[in-house]
């Protein structure tokens, strides 16, 4: 179940991984970020740079059990398993490149208020 995991203690190398994360985001995660917190859509509460098990997810929001990824070069290789494993924990995940955050973030932000309502 997913607020099982959710409330899962995550592990002590994680927190400051995570924290150096925020303090350095991409552009496109900059963007997005600036766009998505403080409930501005649709009133939906994101965490950014949440560990959630054995990897730290760029956007959570706990509510709708949604984990939100944006991808340049780093994650090309092992996308499938970054989605599969959150999955079959009960998560949904939708992911973006960094050059359609960037490019269209008002047609991004569209898909996410989808998500969040499916």
Same mark, same amino acid.
């Given at each position: 179940?997913?607020?099982?995991?959710?409330r899962? @203690? &995550?592990?002590?190398? +994680?927190?400051?991984?995570?924290?150096?994360?925020?303090?350095?985001? !991409?552009d +496109?995660?900059? @963007?997005?970020?600036?766009? $998505?917190r &403080?409930?501005?859509?649709? /009133? =939906?509460? =994101?965490?950014?740079?949440?560990? *959630? /098990?054995? %990897? $730290? #997810?760029d956007? =959570?929001?706990?509510?709708?059990?949604? $984990? $939100?990824?944006?991808?340049?070069?780093? &994650?090309?290789?092992?996308t499938?398993?970054? !989605?599969?494993?959150?999955?079959g924990r /009960? %998560? @949904? #995940? *939708?992911?973006?490149?960094? !050059?359609? #955050?960037? +490019?269209n973030?008002? /047609? #991004?932000? &569209?898909? *996410?208020?989808?998500?969040?309502?499916a």
């Open positions: 179940m997913v607020s099982d995991v959710a899962r @203690r &995550h592990s002590d190398k +994680a927190s400051p991984i995570a924290r150096k994360l925020r303090q350095s985001p !991409t +496109a995660e900059a @963007r997005l970020w600036s766009r $998505i &403080h409930k501005q859509l649709d /009133g =939906f509460r =994101f965490r950014r740079q949440q560990p *959630i /098990g054995r %990897y $730290i #997810v956007f =959570f929001c706990p509510e709708a059990g949604l $984990i $939100i990824e944006v991808d340049g070069g780093q &994650h090309a290789e092992d499938g398993e970054r !989605t599969r494993w959150p999955e /009960g %998560y @949904r #995940v *939708i992911r973006f490149w960094n !050059t359609d #955050v960037l +490019a973030t008002d /047609g #991004v932000l &569209h898909k *996410i208020r989808d998500a969040l309502r």
